[in-house]
Nanobody, 124 residues
């Protein structure tokens, strides 16, 4: 069955860096695009950054530009989110999701499978 499992979250001070991983299984990884989303307490789930089938990442939320980088390793069936210069407002649960082919990256209902999320807490 399709599985996406995030890891790498934790508690870090403001200004630190953190790298998240999303290990996948149960499907042909190289055929799919993915994205990272996040959800802060009391807020809706928001798009962070995409990673397409070729490794390109042309879509990014404004807050992610210049700080967050998405990548993938097809040999490991894993996608990554490298976050730098973390801010308190980056505190959220971070999710990876698999995009349905041909759908829009920016809409949450474009994704057919989600991981369980990993908590990132940035302290001041």
């Amino acid at each position: 069955q399709v599985q996406l499992v995030e890891s790498g979250g934790g508690v870090v001070p403001a200004g630190a860096s953190l790298s998240l991983s999303c290990a996948t299984s149960g499907f042909t990884f190289s055929s799919y695009a993915f994205a990272w989303f996040r959800q802060a307490p009391g807020k809706g789930r928001e798009f962070v950054r995409n990673i397409d089938w070729s490794g390109g990442s042309g879509y990014a939320a404004e807050f992610a530009k210049g700080r967050f980088t998405a990548s993938r390793d097809n040999a490991k069936s894993t996608v990554y989110l490298q976050m730098t210069s973390l801010k308190v407002e980056d505190t959220a649960v971070y999710y990876c999701a698999r995009l349905r082919p041909g759908e829009s990256y920016l809409l949450t209902n474009s994704y057919d499978f989600w991981g369980q999320g990993t908590q990132v807490t940035v302290s001041s």
